[in-house]
């Protein structure tokens, strides 16, 4: 992903309250509430953490999650991820290291993930 073309939050920065773009979003701050991103993809980095849920086409959490994620294409949960709740994607890949505490469904189609996404 090019960070350029991207919404950076950045440390120690804090977002409370549902967020929309029209472009990739980088979180190395923190969000708390919905994160938007119907056509693009939602990076958590390595210090970043999200309290809420992700919408996007593509999802990488490398940092800290508590909500659901809502991936149309697909989840990537890294290595130094630490992931708690839901994981709805048609597709999930789980990096050795990474650590999930809840429920991941990857029998949720493309059409349903996106319909979910686009609310």
Do not use: F
Request: hydrophobic share 35%; no cysteine; aromatic share 2%.
């Amino acid at each position: 992903m090019d960070s350029r073309k991207a919404t950076v939050v950045e440390e120690p920065t804090l977002i409370q309250g549902d967020v929309r773009a029209e472009n990739d979003v980088i979180v190395h701050g923190r969000i708390q509430g919905t994160l938007r991103l119907p056509q693009h993809t939602a990076t958590v980095g390595p210090n970043g953490s999200v309290e809420g849920d992700i919408y996007a086409r593509r999802i990488r959490v490398e940092g800290a999650l508590k909500g659901k994620l809502y991936g149309q294409e697909g989840v990537v949960i890294a290595q130094t991820a630490r992931v708690e709740g839901t994981i709805l994607s048609p597709r999930v890949a789980l990096a050795e290291g990474g650590r999930i505490m809840g429920k991941v469904d990857t029998n949720v189609s493309l059409e349903s993930a996106e319909k979910a996404s686009s609310r």
